[in-house]
């Protein structure tokens, strides 16, 4: 379980989480981010006791209609927020006690006018493993708190947030147990679940990032995914669960290539 930040000050920042049937992980989210001073809770049609959970620390709950991804309600709230500081996490995180006091010395000592969005580190988990290898393993950045006037959220999959200019984003370097504990997926069937729905969206977010899909590069797209998931990125340190990864990675990369390369040629005519 996550130590209940209550003990730490409130800060400026408003707080939008959203969530469907995960109440079985929102309380230890809820509780690591109680240094918030507003705290949204966006309900997509829940079955489960996620509302109640929410009511008990949030300052807002609302009900919306289900979207594919979260960042497409982030997107439609964050601008009206009370603060200018916005916090984004989805259920299945927790913030470690430690990397809350780092967010807490920095609102304290000033960000810098400058700074558009605050990074901090984040580990991936796969039922309940911590991953090492795979290209979810590692330590990675996490955008976790953005300038609703210096940044911009477009709703699109895997590229929806941008720092605008001349604003840049501040990371918090990591110092060994200050860190997002992300617990990506629970199981095989949640992770095909969710990736289901972003492959609905990847031809028109990899178009607006600027990728170009050919048969040839199809055609390649497997093994050169398997072999930068399992061989580059060390997916064989995580073992059987790196193994499966890999040709998770390999099916989904594929997939939202073609998606890519049908979403291409439409828009050629």
């Given at each position: 379980?996550?130590?209940?930040?209550?003990?730490?000050?409130?800060?400026p920042i408003?707080?939008?989480?959203?969530?469907?049937?995960?109440?079985?992980?929102?309380?230890?989210?809820?509780?690591?981010?109680?240094?918030?001073?507003?705290?949204?809770?966006?309900?997509?049609?829940?079955?489960d006791n996620?509302?109640?959970i929410?009511?008990?620390?949030?300052?807002?709950?609302?009900?919306?209609?289900?979207?594919?991804?979260?960042?497409?309600?982030?997107?439609?709230?964050?601008?009206?927020?009370?603060?200018?500081?916005?916090?984004?996490?989805?259920?299945?995180?927790?913030?470690?006690?430690?990397i809350?006091?780092?967010?807490?010395?920095?609102?304290?000592?000033?960000?810098?006018?400058?700074?558009?969005a605050i990074?901090?580190?984040?580990?991936?988990?796969?039922?309940?493993?911590k991953?090492?290898?795979?290209?979810?393993?590692?330590?990675?950045?996490?955008?976790?708190?953005?300038?609703?006037?210096r940044?911009?959220?477009?709703?699109?999959?895997h590229?929806?947030?941008?720092?605008?200019?001349?604003?840049?984003?501040?990371?918090?370097?990591?110092?060994?147990?200050?860190?997002?504990?992300h617990?990506?997926?629970?199981?095989?069937?949640?992770?095909?679940e969710?990736?289901s729905?972003?492959?609905?969206l990847?031809?028109?977010?990899?178009?607006?990032?600027?990728?170009?899909?050919?048969?040839?590069?199809?055609?390649?797209?497997p093994?050169?995914?398997?072999?930068?998931?399992?061989?580059?990125?060390?997916?064989?340190?995580?073992?059987?669960?790196?193994?499966?990864?890999?040709?998770?990675?390999?099916w989904?990369?594929?997939?939202?290539?073609?998606?890519?390369?049908?979403?291409?040629?439409?828009?050629?005519?």
């Open positions: 379980m996550v130590k209940d930040s209550n003990k730490h000050k409130k800060l408003s707080a939008i989480v959203t969530g469907y049937n995960e109440g079985y992980i929102l309380e230890d989210c809820l509780k690591s981010i109680s240094f918030c001073e507003q705290i949204k809770y966006v309900d997509q049609g829940s079955e996620s509302i109640e929410a009511q008990k620390y949030c300052t807002e709950v609302i009900k919306h209609d289900r979207v594919h991804i979260g960042e497409a309600i982030v997107a439609e709230y964050y601008k009206s927020e009370k603060y200018n500081w916005i916090l984004t996490i989805d259920p299945d995180e927790r913030l470690s006690p430690e809350c006091l780092d967010i807490e010395k920095l609102f304290e000592e000033g960000i810098s006018d400058n700074t558009g990074l901090i580190p984040c580990v991936y988990y796969y039922k309940k493993h991953l090492i290898g795979t290209r979810w393993g590692g330590i990675h950045s996490r955008w976790l708190i953005f300038h609703k006037d940044c911009k959220m477009s709703g699109i999959v590229a929806g947030r941008t720092v605008t200019e001349p604003y840049e984003p501040y990371f918090i370097p990591f110092t060994g147990k200050n860190i997002d504990h617990l990506w997926m629970l199981s095989f069937k949640q992770l095909k969710k990736h729905r972003y492959l609905k990847e031809g028109e977010s990899r178009n607006f990032m600027g990728f170009v899909a050919t048969k040839k590069k199809i055609l390649k797209r093994l050169k995914a398997f072999h930068s998931c399992f061989i580059k990125d060390k997916g064989y340190r995580d073992g059987f669960y790196g193994f499966i990864l890999s040709c998770f990675w390999a989904y990369d594929t997939t939202a290539e073609i998606k890519l390369y049908k979403y291409q040629k439409q828009h050629r005519k």
